[in-house]
């Protein structure tokens, strides 16, 4: 059954236990050139055989959506909310490298507004974990944990963004189509609708390729990139990105409200 006809269904009411499975799923993964060149592409990188930090997340993407639709997790994948993504790369990793992905999930936990748990996915070369990428949902609902107060905005940046990029309505289909994550809040204007948006928005992991892809060529081989996704981007849109020393983020052009914060440690 294709993926997201699997996400669809996964919404259907049946009963679902109270934790996270135990298993791992994996996979052996080589490196399609010509699928590399069209995620760089989409992503603004330059076109070379030295994979993104970001891309294993889209060789794994297959794995991470048959986990959290299978019948014993505990919510349905569709209304799943992806609020920050962490990734470790130990080495430089190119199209050679034989990628053995794992992918499981873990600590669920209370969040104020809801149910947090962590998706973690790894490749290892030869055996050796070379490169760790843990994904953070949040599923909207009662919580036990106290709501608290609302956290401070965050302050517009003092100085303008260092570039400017215009982002069409169609990098959510061009990604979505190099990821294979067709969600349709991405894709579709009606799918976006159907979950509370006036216009397709494009998807995190693009948002963090993208900011990724202006430091290229910066970016030592072993190095850690967090980042928190905030507001979604409506497509079309226009954004600011800046950096300064280890921190960057991603910026409505009119407005300075981020939609992206990140630290890079090395």
């Not at 080495?91 to 998706?119: C, F, K, M, S």
């Not at 070379?130 to 009662?142: E, F, Q």
């Not at 996704?229 to 079309?236: E, S, T």
Request: contains cysteine; charged residues 20%.
């Amino acid at each position: 059954m294709p993926s997201m006809l699997r996400a669809a269904l996964s919404v259907l009411p049946f009963p679902r236990p109270s934790t996270l499975p135990d298993d791992t799923l994996t996979a052996r993964v080589t490196v399609d050139p010509e699928h590399l060149a069209r995620y760089q592409r989409v992503c603004g990188f330059g076109l070379s055989d030295r994979l993104p930090i970001t891309y294993p997340h889209v060789l794994g993407f297959g794995l991470q959506l048959d986990l959290m639709t299978r019948r014993d997790f505990p919510f349905p994948v569709v209304g799943g909310v992806h609020v920050a993504n962490r990734i470790e790369q130990h080495r430089q990793l190119t199209a050679g490298d034989v990628l053995d992905l794992a992918v499981h999930a873990r600590d669920l936990r209370d969040h104020p507004r809801g149910r947090q748990y962590d998706v973690i996915t790894t490749a290892s070369v030869d055996g050796v974990v070379v490169w760790r990428d843990v994904s953070t949902y949040l599923r909207k609902g009662p919580s036990g944990e106290p709501k608290g107060e609302r956290p401070a905005r965050e302050p517009a940046p003092a100085s303008p963004p260092h570039a400017t990029w215009r982002v069409p309505t169609s990098t959510g289909t061009a990604y979505a189509e190099a990821s294979g994550d067709h969600n349709p809040i991405h894709t579709s204007w009606a799918g976006a609708r159907l979950f509370g948006f006036p216009k397709p928005i494009a998807h995190g992991m693009w948002s963090k390729a993208r900011c990724l892809a202006a430091l290229e060529g910066r970016l030592p081989a072993s190095y850690t990139v967090d980042v928190a996704f905030k507001l979604p981007i409506l497509l079309p849109a226009t954004v600011g990105f800046t950096f300064t020393g280890r921190e960057f983020a991603l910026r409505d052009a009119r407005t300075a409200k981020p939609h992206l914060t990140g630290t890079i440690t090395a």
